[in-house]
């Protein structure tokens, strides 16, 4: 543990619209290249390989418990037994919607896109997140962890305050800003903050959202008027009170007091063992550096991933209970002095936060032919489901061969935030991008599935002879 000597910080500086922003962006702190540790690439593409059996079962199992738990809190209803099936419901509702609110965000927990997209909406509704502007926050959360006036998601800001940090265990302050932000967007408005980070295109679903939402409130509570009962809003509202607890307790220990604006998740993030019970709670979560390292593996392979890079990172926290024996005297100390952390170490056998990553590239300095045809490699150099970095003239070019044979070219880079595009994930025709999980359809570059919201530029590519070749003009 350490301390650095910066300036002292206040809450403003932590606005997303303050001078510390500008400061990011000059600093290079913003969108920036951040550390990963190096993972073969055959086993990088056994463990992003998808499937909807394990979100499937988990996602049964969950509703299976909220209605049961449901029915028995309805049933025991008036009687002071009603207390615990209601407090298990409330943290399967308020809590456990959290994990999976994050992995159907990020569009890995099925294989099945539109299976990730509806659990995401439903999640969304449960752990009072507004659907579209927290998939925004988070793209913003992952390319900018805890980088002061870039992260809205940052869970401590210095000087902390303890009282704060004692009412988000009941989920005060974000049911309060939740509610008027529901508000505000059902009646079609941007505070100046989202207007950094939601693209326009967006607002229109925003405002919808927010209606639907107020729209089922007002039906919960005109029900529980009806009825003279608060047993309406024991269903839906006032979890987010008394069921909140645990995913307060599962995200504070992610990033609490460890350092600010440094561009290595191995020193902000921690990655902590869980008991059985917990990993299913919280969809292995606890390997949060290795998610924020490489956010394409999806949850049920993030404990081989940690397996992989562990001699690479400082050593995992023993239980949730190790972690807290770190994070509540950081928080106590950074309520006093605002430029305290707690600095990780990494261990001998770890290589620097600036070890560059090494991503193979094919270069070219040749001259395309007089129809514009160049040279890319030979054919059995092309893999496939393994895209091919390929640049020339200052031109960075993403060459893919599907699993059927088919080779399909694009740009090099994400539209969204510059992902390198190669290092991403190939399935049948779909490229997803390393970064925010966006997706472009490499056959005509069309994206599938957001942050990204412009196409991909395309290019043809044939097979001549034994060699692939690519047309840049
Ligand atoms: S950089 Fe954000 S999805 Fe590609």
Redesign the pocket.
């Known amino acids: 543990m350490a301390a650095n000597v910066a300036a002292p910080r206040t809450h403003q500086d932590y606005s997303l619209i303050g001078p510390r922003a500008m400061q990011a962006v000059q600093q290079g702190l913003a969108d920036a290249k951040w550390y990963a540790s190096p993972v073969p690439r055959e086993k990088m593409r056994e463990l992003l390989e998808r499937r909807d059996g394990p979100a499937v079962r988990d996602t049964l199992l969950w509703f299976a418990l909220l209605i049961g738990f449901g029915a028995a809190g309805l049933a025991l209803w008036g009687t002071g037994w009603a207390i615990i099936p209601f407090a298990i419901y409330g943290v399967l509702y308020a809590s456990v919607s959290d994990s999976r609110w994050h992995e159907t965000g990020h569009g890995t927990a099925f294989k099945t896109d539109w299976l990730n997209n509806a659990v995401y909406e439903i999640a969304s509704f449960m752990v009072i997140r507004e659907s579209i502007v927290w998939r925004w926050s988070h ?1 913003r959360h992952h390319s900018d962890t805890i980088i002061v006036g870039r992260d809205r998601e940052i869970g401590a800001l210095r000087p902390v305050s303890l009282i704060e940090i004692v009412l988000k265990i009941i989920n005060v302050p974000h049911i309060f800003k939740y509610y008027q932000s529901v508000l505000r967007h059902a009646l079609g408005q941007m505070t100046p903050d989202e207007l950094t980070f939601i693209p326009e295109s967006e607002y229109n679903g925003v405002y919808l959202r927010a209606r639907i939402y107020v729209l089922i409130y007002a039906s919960v509570l005109v029900l529980a008027i009806a009825t003279r009962s608060i047993l309406p809003l024991m269903f839906i509202g006032l979890p987010s009170l008394y069921g909140d607890w645990l995913q307060f307790i599962y995200g504070l220990q992610q990033h609490a007091g460890l350092a600010e604006d440094v561009l290595d998740h191995r020193l902000n993030t921690r990655t902590v063992y869980l008991n059985f019970i917990n990993r299913y709670l919280y969809w292995n979560m606890g390997y949060h550096t290795e998610h924020h390292m490489f956010p394409m593996v999806p949850y049920y392979n993030l404990g081989k991933l940690h397996e992989l890079i562990k001699a690479d990172c400082p050593p995992a926290y023993n239980g949730l209970i190790g972690a807290y024996r770190e994070v509540i005297p950081a928080l106590i100390r950074q309520s006093k002095d605002p430029n305290y952390f707690v600095q990780r170490v990494l261990p001998p056998s770890a290589q620097p936060s600036d070890t560059p990553r090494t991503t193979e590239a094919i270069t070219s300095q040749a001259r395309p032919d007089a129809e514009g045809w160049l040279e890319v490699c030979d054919l059995d150099n092309l893999l496939p489901g393994e895209p091919v970095r390929f640049e020339h003239a200052a031109n960075t070019y993403a060459i893919y061969r599907t699993s059927i044979g088919q080779l399909f070219a694009s740009d090099g880079r ?1 539209t ?4 390198q595009l190669t290092d991403g994930f190939l399935q049948g025709t779909c490229i997803e ?1 390393p ?4 997706r472009f359809d490499v056959r005509d570059g069309s994206v599938r599935r957001p ?2 919201r412009v196409a991909l530029k395309t290019y043809p590519v044939r097979q001549k002879s034994s060699k692939v070749q690519l047309k840049v003009a």
Do not use: F, I, L
């Not at 969204?416 to 992902?419: K, T, Y």
């Not at 970064?435 to 966006?438: D, M, Q, R, V």
């Open positions: 793209a994400c969204h935030g510059n992902g991008c970064k925010h999980n966006g942050p990204p």
